[in-house]
């Protein structure tokens, strides 16, 4: 395979993950807010925080301040908008649609047709509806629908690809990008709600994001028939809980199965173990929000190194979309 093609169908994989993960944290944030106390200083800035982004830097492009509460209905809107259905933001839904069009129709050859149906279907979809403003419901109608479309490609992809190269790329970069977003959601937006301390932390079940995930029910089997579930929060559980798909263990797992076939996979998988080492080394019940907080940004450093490791030191961000 083309070091180019190996290039795009890796970003496939990613960009199709961020969609998903993007529509799902939309949602769960609303879950989170209307849930939370109204003195609560978590607020709607916090997503873009979770993207990476300064986001009194964006904010300030649209001419306001996040920590006014006057307006509150603006920032809300103006995070949505930069969220979903800006074309100027790399963040955006938009964005990330547009870009996963531009690496499927780049390796063409190499993708089912059922596929590349899915997708147009999927990209359509989004540049039709995302492009006005919506209502808190009809918001979270089209983020449930986004996230339904993207689950329909990957059946197909699942149901249809060959294995080989090109789908362990595709569902490396998959799981890979999940667990990127996972940690991220983790770090930004539970610890915040939690008080910074060396002590034990207090149990915390984080049932609007569990929801978002569609972990609810697995995760209240998990704390019932698990020995040591007791202990154990929704950190934990999104944390190192294997059997859990949107769990990081679990993505780290996958991301070692489709390495396996690929060229200088002991590479790969030295990166990988040293990932899965970091979430082993001790009981995760055990940490306090500090201790927690330094073993995301640990994680989030390896995968970084593995990204790295995987398409080269000159190959760390996205493409720029060609006229």
């Not at 169908?9 to 199709?16: A, P, T």
Request: proline share 4%; aromatic share 8%; charged share 20%.
């Amino acid at each position: 395979m083309l070091a180019r093609s190996v290039e795009n169908i890796f970003w496939l994989g990613r960009y199709l993950e961020r969609l998903d993960d993007t529509a799902r944290l939309v949602n769960a944030t609303s879950h989170l807010l209307i849930d939370s106390h109204k003195d609560t200083e978590f607020g709607w800035p916090v997503l873009l925080d979770v993207m990476g982004l300064d986001s009194a830097q964006v904010l300030a492009g649209y001419g306001l301040q996040p920590q006014n509460p006057a307006q509150l209905a603006q920032i809300e809107q103006a995070v949505m908008s930069y969220l979903t259905s800006s074309s100027d933001s790399p963040v955006s839904i938009r964005t990330a649609c547009s870009q996963l069009k531009y690496n499927a129709r780049t390796i063409r050859q190499l993708l089912p047709r059922d596929m590349w149906e899915e997708l147009n279907k999927l990209d359509s979809f989004v540049q039709q509806h995302c492009l006005k403003p919506a209502s808190r419901q009809q918001r979270y109608q089209l983020m449930t629908e986004i996230s339904r479309r993207c689950q329909m490609v990957i059946g197909t992809v699942d149901s249809v690809m060959l294995r080989g190269d090109a789908f362990d790329l595709f569902t490396l970069g998959r799981h890979l990008e999940r667990a990127d977003m996972v940690t991220r959601i983790m770090d930004v937006m539970v610890l915040q709600t939690l008080q910074p301390t060396q002590l034990k932390r207090p149990r915390f079940r984080w049932i609007s994001i569990l929801n978002a995930l569609g972990g609810v029910e697995s995760y209240h089997y998990y704390l019932a028939n698990n020995a040591t579930g007791a202990d154990a929060d929704a950190i934990d559980y999104l944390l190192s809980y294997a059997d859990f798909p949107r769990s990081v263990s679990y993505c780290f797992n996958r991301v070692a199965a489709s390495a396996k076939g690929l060229p200088d996979s002991p590479v790969i998988l030295q990166h990988v173990h040293q990932l899965q080492h970091l979430l082993s080394r001790q009981p995760l019940t055990d940490l306090s929000t500090v201790q927690l907080h330094e073993l995301i940004d640990q994680i989030q450093a390896g995968i970084i190194n593995l990204h790295q490791v995987l398409l080269g030191a000159n190959v760390t961000e996205p493409q720029q979309l060609t006229a």
